[in-house]
Nanobody
């Protein structure tokens, strides 16, 4: 059974940076794409990035393009989300999940249904 554990969240000022990690155990990471999602209070879960199993395909949601960078280290069963130039609107609980980066007409669908195993989430708060 896969287990995913996110870490690296915290409180940061606007314009700051954080690096989230997603440690996966129970199977080899290179079998799975990794998705990153976030959920702000009172809002639906939003897909923000997806990286394919070997890292050859990377997708971002429009709200984070140019600011966030996803990566993975299959040898260490860990994925990362580097978040730069953070904004108050980035506040929320961030989750990683294993599944598939399903695309339609060149666009990542960012659907949570395409991901089967999820971590417990890590809180990111962007505030001055």
């Amino acid at each position: 059974q896969l287990q995913l554990v996110e870490s690296g969240g915290g409180l940061v000022q606007p314009g700051g940076s954080l690096r989230l990690s997603c440690a996966v155990s129970g199977d080899t990471l290179d079998k799975y794409a990794i998705g990153w999602f976030r959920q702000a209070p009172g809002k639906e879960r939003e897909g923000i990035s997806c990286i394919s199993s070997l890292g050859g395909s990377i997708n971002y949601g429009d709200s984070v393009k140019g600011r966030f960078t996803v990566s993975r280290d299959n040898a260490n069963n860990t994925a990362y989300l580097q978040m730069n130039n953070l904004e108050p609107e980035d506040t929320g609980v961030y989750y990683c999940a294993t599944g598939a980066c399903v695309r339609l007409d060149g666009t990542w669908l960012a659907a949570a249904d395409h991901f089967a195993s999820w971590g417990q989430g890590t809180q990111v708060t962007v505030s001055s």
